[in-house]
């Protein structure tokens, strides 16, 4: 309880994450793309835009607003504070200025947004390309080439990704590079893509010719598309139609656009599948399982890499920290196990939280709606709170919930167990939920972090049952208690009536037996809107000064 009385010295002496801050040899214009967003804005014919920035790039706001706007002509608003994580786009914020579009800068979960047009600005990490290529290549030399494996990377990482992809391309052909899937298409083309797309129908018009002095160029790196336009005689296990697939476009630091994208897919459709998972896709081999496949990423150690560690636990990954240091060979298995857990937390409870993450994801209704369809039909209780970020004194507040279960995005959901011990308790993911109290939704080594996948239309959707049944009891492996899981009889218990009074004080009838029942055994239950209001007075008194851990009529 020692939280409710701190000093706020942690908020003062926090450190920011790593590498977050603009680098001193980034300009304005390279680092948050101003001419990009003018001619979106233009575009779109937005009026009303409000620029969102983290914590750690807000030291350029102010800057970036005044560019915005001396080209813009109009003026533009400025998100220094989001209701959620500032990976989401907060559409909550940006109503109350009535905006008609976002301009997300920094990290984003890739989250689809419920209603207003979004264009998002990964900004850029700094990323010492040469050395990142050597440590990789020195750590990679003795991977088995023939097993599959995917790159990844982080959003701020996407203008060298390119590059880096192309070098490691050349040591491991079966290397396979994913895309953002989050941002629109036309946001990733490139200024001379028309350029590039030429010279690769240059190069495969090469390839059936034979190597020699004359036609040496083949077996060269164009320095136009960063394509390896090696010919048929080097070819050793990789096409140039296969490299073409997966290599992205490096003009500028950016992608092939999605067009380019789709008509490779229709042209293999027979050897090649598209497959999507967190906010990115990629296109692998149709005899290739996403799930049997190693994985490299680029980019600091986060709330990205935690999601991709849980939904790939059984798979290995080569992850490189930008700050310096060598490569690490990292699994989220240890992570899952240890997650386990959560599934007798949800059993045991009898009273379960719903806590809104967020007001923007698209179908987070529809989640909640689920959630408690589902809670309620193995025989508990839910409530929902909007709360804005969860901190410990927050949900020291509603101490009679047993187990929180988080909605919000899937970067958002997982709470890292090193960094908020209690959060990490207290907080269950809707995927755990699920496994915990739906038949027929099982537990497996990929972990699911985003709760469209269990709604109707998703991978992992399973229908629950409504009505009531059979109850079904097991022992708790925490309490070594019984629990007992089904929906019961309306008839067994609650008092009939729409309200009910005790102790003078008016329940619902609804929460009889539940919160509300614990609410009136309190000896404060809140204000009481059956007491007449304050009377009026135009007397003013001077308030209490200091803060509310210390005020000065306090100190002794």
């Not at 088995?144 to 590059?163: I, K, M, S, W």
């Not at 027979?270 to 994985?295: M, Y």
């Not at 930008?322 to 045991?348: A, H, P, T, W, Y």
């Amino acid at each position: 309880m020692s939280a409710f009385t701190n000093t706020g010295t942690d908020v003062l002496q926090r450190q920011m994450a790593e590498g977050d801050s603009r680098a001193a040899s980034l300009t304005l214009q390279d680092m948050y793309e101003i001419n990009r967003c003018v001619a979106w804005v233009r575009q779109g014919q937005h009026h009303k835009v409000c620029l969102q920035f983290p914590d750690e790039l807000l030291g350029d706001a102010a800057a970036v607003a005044e560019a915005l706007t001396c080209q813009l002509g109009h003026p533009v608003y400025i998100l220094g504070d989001t209701t959620y994580g500032s990976c989401c786009v907060d559409e909550v914020a940006a109503e109350h200025v009535g905006a008609d579009a976002v301009i997300h800068f920094g990290n984003t979960c890739l989250s689809p947004s419920q209603r207003l047009p979004v264009l998002y600005i990964p900004t850029r990490l700094h990323v010492d390309t040469t050395w990142v290529v050597e440590q990789l290549k020195a750590a990679l030399e003795e991977v088995n080439d023939n097993h599959p494996l995917v790159f990844l990377f982080d959003t701020r990482c996407q203008y060298v990704a390119g590059e880096v992809f192309s070098e490691l391309h050349i040591l491991l052909p079966h290397l396979v590079c994913s895309n953002l899937e989050g941002v629109r298409c036309e946001e990733y083309t490139a200024p001379d893509t028309e350029e590039k797309l030429a010279c690769h129908s240059q190069h495969r018009k090469k390839k059936g010719s034979s190597c020699n002095e004359q036609n040496a160029d083949c077996c060269n790196v164009c320095e136009t598309c960063n394509i390896d336009s090696k010919c048929d005689c080097y070819d050793s296990g990789k096409s140039q139609e296969y490299i073409e697939q997966n290599v992205p476009i490096n003009s500028h630091n950016e992608y092939r656009t999605c067009e380019d994208s789709i008509s490779v897919r229709e042209n293999t459709e027979n050897s090649h599948r598209e497959v999507k998972f967190s906010g990115r896709r990629a296109l692998l081999p149709s005899n290739v399982d996403i799930k049997e496949c190693n994985f490299i990423y680029l980019g600091p150690k986060g709330p990205t890499l935690d999601s991709l560690l849980l939904r790939f636990a059984n798979s290995t990954f080569y992850h490189l920290p930008l700050s310096g240091g060598d490569v690490q060979k990292i699994s989220g298995m240890q992570s899952l196990f240890r997650r386990n857990i959560k599934l007798e937390m949800i059993r045991d409870a009898h009273i379960i939280g719903i806590l809104v993450g967020t007001l923007g994801v698209a179908r987070y209704r529809e989640a909640i709606a689920r959630l408690k369809m589902v809670i309620k039909a193995a025989g508990k209780r839910s409530y929902t709170f909007v709360v804005g970020k969860p901190n410990e004194p927050k949900l020291a507040n509603i101490s009679e919930i047993d187990v929180f279960v988080y909605v919000a995005c899937p970067e958002t959901t997982i709470v890292d167990r090193a960094s908020d011990p209690i959060l990490y308790r207290k907080l269950v993911a809707p995927w755990e939920v699920e496994v915990a109290l739906v038949a027929g939704q099982e537990w497996s080594m990929n972990f699911e972090s985003d709760f469209s996948a269990l709604l109707p239309g998703g991978v992992n959707y399973v229908a629950v049952c409504e009505a009531a049944g059979r109850q079904e009891a097991s022992v708790s492996l925490i309490t070594n208690q019984t629990q007992t899981l089904g929906l019961r009889d309306s008839s067994e218990g609650g008092t009939a009536g729409p309200v009910v009074v005790q102790e003078g004080k008016a329940l619902a009838a609804l929460h009889v037996g539940g919160g509300g029942q614990v609410l009136g055994g309190r000896s404060w239950a809140g204000l009481d809107p059956s007491q007449p209001p304050p009377a009026a007075s135009t007397l003013v008194v001077e308030g209490r000064k200091g803060i509310a851990a210390e005020y000065q009529d306090e100190k002794v």
